[in-house]
């Protein structure tokens, strides 16, 4: 789907800007329909809709299992039939490449 989901996230410990409103904006073009930058510019989301529980908490273990992998984690609301998924790098409190690197792989993931 995107070039955002071959790459890695880089450890981001602070002391890193975050991403201007235009950048957001362009990464927020390559990925799936759904997501949304927030107003404050900090976080970008999505609502995930599923049929049933089981399916809901298959996909965040498989979601688990990519955060894990690239060292980035969402913020996660997880319902009966559906999954709010939020990124943010919270070391400055903003949003850097890496929220779109896992926002894309998540894309993948819910295919």
């Avoid at 995930?48 to 498989?62: L, R």
């Avoid at 997880?78 to 709010?84: A, D, E, F, K, R």
């Avoid at 400055?92 to 993948?108: P, R, S, V, W």
Wanted: charge should be negative; charged fraction near 25%.
């Amino acid at each position: 789907m995107s070039e955002l989901s071959d790459k890695k996230c880089v450890p981001c410990e602070g002391g890193v800007p975050t991403l201007e409103s235009q950048e957001a904006s362009e990464f927020l073009k390559e990925l799936g329909e759904g997501w949304s930058i927030s107003s404050d510019g900090k976080e970008i989301a999505k609502d995930f809709a599923f049929k049933g529980y089981y399916k809901t908490i298959a996909f965040v273990n498989a979601m688990a299992w990519i955060a894990n992998s690239e060292g980035h984690h969402p913020d996660l609301e997880v319902g009966y039939n559906h999954c709010l998924v939020r990124y943010t790098t919270h070391a400055i409190d903003g949003l850097t490449q890496n929220d779109f690197i896992c926002a894309a792989k998540i894309d993948e993931l819910y295919g």
